[in-house]
DNA sequence: CATTTCACCTGGTGGC
DNA sequence: TGCCACCAGGTGAAAT
C-alpha cells in the first residue's frame, strides 16, 4: 500500500501530532520479522527521547530524537509523575529542533503497514507490533498483518544518519531523470520500482506515471528518448503531488496516521482497471506481468 | 556486474 | 459452507 505519496501523508499526520511529544517507553511484540534493530534495543534506545520532528524520505519514515531526558526518568521511578511535571524544563518546553538530532528511529510500512496515532482505552488492532507510550498520553501504534514492514533504532553518535537509497522523485532534475535510466537495459516500469535508482515510486504510481506520459511499461529504458523522459518525470512529479494532495491510495485498507482514508483511487487511469474502458479513448485496460508485479496499461494510449 | 526470479507473510476474493 | 488457487501497496537474497 504506502507508496511515496501514503508515507507522506503518514509521516506529515505523526509529524503533526507528536512532534514536541516525548516517549515515554515503548512495547514490541516477540516477532523478530518486523525488526530491524532488536526489540529490547529499540525499546531502551527510544526511551525519554522527545521527538524533534517526523519527515519521509524515499519510502521510510524517519523520526528525529532528541537526547533522553534523564531527569525526567529519574522523577518518575524515584518520585512519581508530579516531580516531572512540575519542572518547566522537562516535557513539552523545549522547542524541537530537527538539526540537534541524537537519534533516529526509521519506519519502513511494507505493503500492509500502518503507522496509527491512537488514545490509550482504544483497543489495539489485530498484527499491533508496537506500542510508543507518549508523555501526552496519546499512542504509536504498528500495525503490519504481513510483517513486511521494518522498524530501527540509530544512534547517531555511533552511526550515520539514515540516507534513501536512490534519488527523491520529486527533487531529482530532467537532466539526472534522463541519465539515471539511459544507459540501463531493463523494462522501464522495473526501472522504476528500483528503489536504488528512484526511491518511493511503487506499483501504483508507476503504472499511473506510465500512462499518463504514454508510455508502455515493458519498452526497455535505452529505448525511450530524451523527450519521453522529460515526459515521464512531469507525469511523475503531477501524480505523486495531486496523490498528497487527496491523501494517497485507498486501494483495500490504507489509511493515514488518524486512520483516515486516501481519495486518489479515484483518479486511477491504470491501476488495478484490468478489462475497463481507458478513461482517455475506451480501450480496455489490460494487465500483464513486469518485474513480476500486476502492471495496467492502455494498449492504445501507450506506446 | 546487471538483471530477473523468488521467498518472505497474512488475508481477501472468486470459482467450484 | 468449505476448500483451493490466486492476488495484493515491497524488498532483498539467490539465481541467471
Given at each position: 500500500m504506502p507508496e511515496l505519496p501514503e508515507v507522506e501523508t503518514i509521516a506529515r499526520g505523526v509529524n503533526k501530532s507528536l512532534r514536541g511529544d516525548r516517549i515515554v517507553e515503548g512495547w514490541f511484540s516477540s516477532y523478530p520479522q518486523p525488526f530491524k534493530t532488536p526489540p529490547s534495543k529499540q525499546a531502551s534506545g527510544l526511551a525519554n527521547r522527545t521527538i524533534l520532528a517526523v519527515h519521509r524520505t524515499g519510502k521510510h519514515i524517519v523520526f528525529e530524537l532528541g537526547v533522553p531526558d534523564r531527569s525526567t526518568a529519574h522523577a518518575d521511578s524515584e518520585s512519581g509523575r508530579d516531580a516531572g511535571n512540575a519542572?518547566?524544563?522537562?516535557?513539552?518546553?523545549a522547542p524541537p529542533d530537527a538539526?540537534?538530532?541524537d537519534a533516529q528511529w526509521i519506519v519502513h510500512l511494507g505493503m500492509t503497514g500502518r503507522l496509527l496515532v491512537a488514545k490509550p482505552e482504544c483497543v489495539p488492532a489485530p498484527h499491533t507490533h508496537a506500542r510508543l507510550t507518549l508523555a501526552s498520553g496519546l499512542e504509536l501504534r504498528f500495525v503490519d498483518p504481513r510483517r513486511f514492514g521494518r522498524l530501527e533504532f540509530r544512534n547517531l553518535a555511533r552511526h550515520a544518519a539514515f540516507q534513501r537509497p536512490g534519488a527523491e522523485p520529486l527533487e531529482i532534475g530532467a537532466k539526472q531523470f534522463a541519465a539515471l535510466f539511459r544507459e540501463r537495459h531493463l523494462p522501464i516500469k522495473a526501472a522504476l520500482l528500483n528503489q536504488s535508482l528512484l526511491s518511493g515510486v511503487g506499483n501504483i504510481y508507476a503504472d499511473e506515471s506510465l500512462f499518463h506520459a504514454g508510455i508502455r511499461p515493458r519498452r526497455r529504458t535505452d529505448r525511450i528518448s530524451v523527450s519521453e523522459y522529460t515526459r515521464l518525470r512531469q507525469a511523475m512529479r503531477q501524480v505523486l503531488r495531486h496523490a498528497i494532495r487527496l491523501g494517497?491510495?485507498?486501494?483495500s485498507d490504507y489509511v493515514d496516521a488518524d486512520g483516515e482514508r486516501g481519495f486518489f483511487q479515484v483518479e486511477h487511469?491504470?491501476?488495478?482497471?484490468?478489462g475497463e474502458p481507458c478513461r482517455c479513448c475506451q480501450t480496455p485496460i489490460r494487465r500483464v506481468l513486469v518485474a513480476g508485479r500486476g502492471t495496467h496499461y492502455c494498449p492504445n494510449c501507450q506506446r
Open positions: 519542572d518547566p524544563g522537562s516535557s513539552r518546553a538539526h540537534s538530532s494517497g491510495s485507498s486501494v487511469c491504470v491501476y488495478q482497471r484490468t
